[in-house]
């Protein structure tokens, strides 16, 4: 049933809002004027733009967009794919940072990209460059079964007082913050410069736990503990505290040695907690303490939506459960609960057999917007694992989201499995990549594509980075694939055992000697092979991998090749 | 390199190196680098007539948190001049972490010091300068309202 487009449940700008960032993107205008006309060079019109989220790549300029804490509205992935459309080549591409890339962009277009953006209270400020990026939240927040308390309402303040900080726009690297408000941490908190965490302490006060110094790159590192508890109204004072003392004191002599997880990793988190305190000791109780006020007025605007009561279990599901056997494991794996009974959330997988993992074309955007306001309160989440998520989808509908996301390509039973895998651009778009990543996942994907074998098989989740910077997070992926250039060839090294999963987070540990690019599959498959031999009853990969150690998957992988 | 300040230039001081003035601490100018340590100024601050502060390459920011610990913390109130890479694009930035006078040797700088203040009506963070942020601006009205 088609309704009328409700309201949205999340942050709506206000004229103070789309004032800054009409501004800017006034500012940028200008900026890139001066550019053409060679007021500017290139060196010193870098950060300008990269704090404008444009990049120049292998080929063109890249424009990135935030999607703050991966929260959209129908109406805004419409403009998206009208963007696409317009100034690009008709799709974009979903990131590990729930933000959306377009690859083609013109340096004269951006301004007016940009402009069109701020139609709809969107930007892409602060998605590149040294400063404060993008902040990301959990996928499922606001629905989650398991959440204490939605972690955007944070994000959001954590975004407006990160846009445009006098003090924090040139910082000795870039710095990345997540936010989880449930105890199955799906932000990947350990791994960021800076992670949050919301939990109840004894006394029955909800509070965070800042993680700091977490990282991927070419040194992974798992985030340590700063502080257990801070109280939820000091959150802006203790980051403001935090960066100071890294802008002050972190590593500017060396880009690779740059990151906040560096200068934690050389003083030890012992004197970062020292000097992180006393720094907070004078900022406390000041100017940035958060009002009563001012945390409600941003609270209410996201207090979950008045879904309708729905049948908690429908004849129509259970009877196509029986009938389809795709559409039986697509609701094991694509579907979660919903803290309101009736309801579930679905993910939309961007990640059918043999296409560029996270990628959509202006007409799936647009599909998907029609499903989200038809089915899902036009509201829409970006997960860090490249997919799109349908946050409020009643039980009933879920056969008829099936068939049309079925017909969008996006229907893929595989989310968490095998081929729902996280890939970086790569050679084939970036400056920075020693090695294709798309191509690789694309032969991996198209060799497990039958979904019963991978139900099989189980929660598998492959990474792969086309360079030691690690945008595919391969470090954490239970399966991790690095390219490698090796005098001029594209070798591939496998490791395994990485986690990203709260409590269990690990950086992967690297399996032998690099393959070559023809070789991934195989490998793959040797390794898959030599789990399902290993494996007892219910155990995932990772446990199998936990429990027998690399040395079967080495000899199965080299005995083989 | 041509000094600029929104309220015409101000009296001149030599400033001293920040070790040499460490020797004669009575002498009202000085001049910092971005790892000096603004807090030994802190018995000072009420003597000192101007604070320079280095940026050695533009992107390197650690100068606008000495600017901020210098007028937020410490309480200074004399002149605080950026020196180095400062190009009119960072100018907002470093009005709003308390500086008021700039040396710069890029062409057009003076007419975007005049119009830095004019960039942007609206701030999300408190930092050294007059502007309320949008937080307090939006709590202030609903406060209003309610009354």
């Not at chain 1, 040139?170 to 350990?190: H, Q, Y």
Request: aromatic fraction near 8%; include cysteine; charge should be negative.
């Amino acid at each position: 049933m088609r309704c009328a487009m409700p309201d949205t449940h999340f942050y709506k700008y206000d004229d103070y809002d789309r004032t800054l960032v009409s501004q800017r993107v006034d500012q940028f205008r200008d900026q890139v004027r001066r550019r053409l006309a060679g007021e500017l060079t290139e060196e010193q019109f870098k950060p300008l733009r990269l704090h404008n989220g444009l990049y120049l790549q292998l080929h063109a300029y890249m424009l990135r967009i935030a999607i703050p804490y991966g929260t959209l509205s129908s109406r805004q992935l419409r403009k998206l794919a009208d963007i696409s459309r317009r100034y690009d080549r008709g799709y974009g591409h979903f990131t590990t940072r729930q933000n959306l890339q377009l690859n083609w962009i013109k340096l004269e277009d951006a301004p007016d990209a940009l402009a069109a953006l701020a139609e709809v209270d969107m930007h892409a400020m602060q998605t590149s460059g040294n400063c404060i990026r993008n902040v990301t939240a959990d996928h499922y927040a606001g629905a989650a079964i398991d959440e204490i308390e939605d972690p955007r309402i944070w994000a959001e303040i954590v975004r407006q007082w990160s846009t445009l900080h006098p003090e924090f726009t040139f910082l000795p690297r870039k710095f990345k913050i997540a936010i989880t408000g449930s105890p199955n941490d799906r932000a990947a908190v350990r791994v960021h410069d800076i992670g949050l965490r919301l939990w109840r302490n004894e006394q029955g006060e909800i509070g965070f736990e800042v993680i700091v110094g977490g990282g991927l790159g070419r040194t992974p590192m798992i985030g340590k503990t700063l502080r257990e508890f801070l109280p939820k109204d000091e959150l802006l004072a203790y980051l403001e505290s935090t960066l100071r003392v890294y802008n002050r004191y972190g590593r500017r002599d060396n880009l690779y040695k740059a990151r906040i997880k560096i200068l934690v990793h050389e003083v030890g988190v012992e004197t970062m907690r020292e000097e992180v305190e006393a720094e907070y000791a004078a900022n406390r109780d000041g100017a940035l303490k958060l009002p009563a006020g001012t945390i409600e007025a941003v609270a209410r605007q996201f207090a979950p939506p008045d879904l309708p009561p729905r049948p908690a279990t429908s004849g129509l599901v259970e009877a196509q459960r029986l009938s389809d056997p795709d559409f039986a494991l697509w609701l094991k794996s694509n579907v979660a609960p919903h803290r309101v009974p009736g309801y579930a959330i679905v993910t939309a997988s961007l990640k059918p057999a043999g296409a560029p993992p996270g990628d959509a074309s202006a007409a799936q955007m647009e599909g998907v917007a029609d499903i989200a306001e038809a089915y899902s309160q036009a509201e829409l989440r970006v997960s860090h694992e490249q997919n799109l998520i349908f946050p409020h989808v009643a039980v009933e509908d879920l056969p008829r989201v099936y068939r049309e996301l079925a017909v969008l390509g996006f229907a893929e039973a595989n989310v968490g499995k095998i081929t729902d895998i996280i890939a970086c651009p790569g050679l084939d778009y970036c400056a920075l990549a020693n090695a294709r990543s798309i191509p690789v996942a694309q032969r991996i994907s198209n060799h497990f594509a039958s979904l019963a074998r991978q139900h099989d098989i189980g929660d598998l989740k492959i990474k792969i980075s086309g360079c030691i910077n690690a945008c595919g997070h391969h470090h954490v992926g239970h399966i991790g694939i690095l390219g490698v250039d090796k005098n001029g060839v594209e070798l591939y090294q496998i490791s395994l055992g990485g986690d990203v999963d709260f409590g269990r987070t690990a950086i992967g540990t690297i399996l032998g000697p690099a393959v070559t690019a023809d070789k991934v599959v195989e490998t793959v498959d040797a390794i898959v092979a030599t789990y399902l031999d290993a494996r007892e009853d219910g155990e995932r990969f990772v446990e199998t991998y936990r429990r027998i150690g690399p040395q079967p998957f080495k000899e199965n992988v080299y005995g083989s090749l | 390199m041509a000094l600029y300040s929104e309220a015409g230039l101000p009296a001149s001081y030599v400033a001293l190196p920040f070790a040499d003035w460490k020797a004669r601490p009575e002498w009202p100018a000085v001049s910092l680098a971005n790892t000096d340590p603004v807090e030994d100024l802190a018995p000072h601050v009420g003597r000192l007539r101007l604070i320079v502060l280095d940026f050695p390459r533009f992107s390197d920011g650690r100068a606008y948190s000495q600017a901020r610990l210098l007028r937020g913390r410490l309480g200074y109130r004399g002149e605080l001049r950026a020196t180095g890479g400062v190009l009119q694009d960072q100018i907002a930035f470093m009005l709003r972490c308390g500086f008021d006078s700039f040396e710069s040797e890029q062409p057009g700088f003076g007419e975007a010091l005049a119009r830095a203040r004019t960039l942007f009506s609206v701030v999300y963070q408190p930092a050294e300068d007059d502007q309320v942020p949008a937080s307090l601006r939006r709590l202030e009205q609903a406060n209003a309202a309610a009354s």
